[in-house]
């Protein structure tokens, strides 16, 4: 499936929209994987290493809203390509699991689909600089634009500062994202998985799990290593 070879661990990507609850379904997913056996790395973009980490303050802070999109791409790209290098090849070649919150389909649906930056600029950078490498699966939490607005709206009124300039797009902007990770899917069947995510958490995770166990390497005992 990749055009990358580089070892026997398995990559899962958890994809979705703002308040979709990926975070909860990686947390859940790790625990669980551990408590199995399995030597897992649980990660996330933008952020996933150090260098990540300044990133995304960089590009997730409501004071540069006028960053123009390709800066953005750019930005996000730079985060991936650390991420990868450094972080998830590395991983997976000694074996291990890697849980990534985020990954290049978020690329994909919020700077190609709604941002407007066209796919072959995405696949150039993403092939040359970040290594093209494809998860082994990927769940997208679809969540409609209103069930997601209101969740960031409930957020925004007990914690005023802590919405992110995407929190803050309009409606229509989440539609486009929402349908860009729908349109991946419909490209991408096979990998690209779509679990309705406005149903109870653990209904949602045994959804995912139905899915992955197929999926799942032998147990190595005892090496329980993040
Ligand atoms: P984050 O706080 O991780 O939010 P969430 O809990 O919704 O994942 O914020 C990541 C934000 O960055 C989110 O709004 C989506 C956006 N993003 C992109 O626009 N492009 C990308 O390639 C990635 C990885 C994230």
Request: aromatic share 6%; hydrophobic share 35%.
């Amino acid at each position: 499936m990749n055009s990358v070879d580089i070892g026997t661990g398995l990559f899962i990507t958890l994809e979705g929209g703002e308040g979709s609850g990926k975070t909860t379904q990686g947390e859940m997913l790790n625990r669980y994987l551990q408590d199995l056996g399995h030597p897992v790395v649980w990660t996330k973009e933008p952020g996933g290493t150090d260098i990540g980490q300044a990133l995304r303050k960089v590009v997730m802070s409501n004071r540069h809203r006028d960053m123009v999109p390709e800066t953005e791409l750019l930005i996000y790209l730079a985060d991936r390509t650390q991420h990868v290098k450094s972080k998830i090849i590395p991983a997976i070649a000694e074996g291990k699991i890697v849980i990534s919150d985020r990954y290049h389909d978020s690329s994909v649906a919020y700077q190609h689909f709604a941002r407007g930056v066209p796919m072959d600029t995405l696949d150039f950078l993403f092939q040359r600089l970040a290594g093209g490498l494809v998860p082994d699966i990927t769940f997208v939490l679809d969540i409609s634009p209103e069930t997601a607005m209101k969740r960031i709206e409930k957020r925004s009124i007990s914690d005023p500062g802590s919405l992110s300039k995407f929190e803050e797009e309009a409606r229509s902007f989440h539609r486009k994202v929402r349908q860009g990770f729908l349109d991946i899917s419909r490209k991408a069947p096979g990998r690209v998985k779509v679990i309705p995510a406005d149903q109870a958490p653990d209904k949602i995770f045994g959804q995912i799990l139905d899915i992955l166990t197929p999926l799942l390497p032998p147990t190595t005992s005892g090496d329980t290593n993040s």
